[in-house]
């Protein structure tokens, strides 16, 4: 059996990450998808915006996106 050629997107990391044009990966914040009456408005504006995920995490990340850097 062959083995595959070339490197391979994670692509469970590629749908759950974003990397900047500055290399920093930017998530998603957790608690936006149910239970959202009970939540303030301004709760919920900033639940929606994205987070630049902390540099212990990143390395990891950026590790598992080959092509984006």
Do not use: C
Request: positive net charge.
């Amino acid at each position: 059996m062959r083995r595959p050629k070339g490197i391979k997107t994670r692509k469970s990391v590629a749908k759950r990450f974003k990397v900047t044009a500055t290399g920093k990966a930017l998530r998603a914040r957790a608690g936006k998808r149910h239970l959202l009456a009970s939540k303030r408005p301004k709760r919920r504006r900033s639940l929606g915006t994205a987070k630049v995920v902390d540099k212990t995490d990143a390395y990891r990340i950026i590790q598992n996106l080959p092509f984006s850097h």
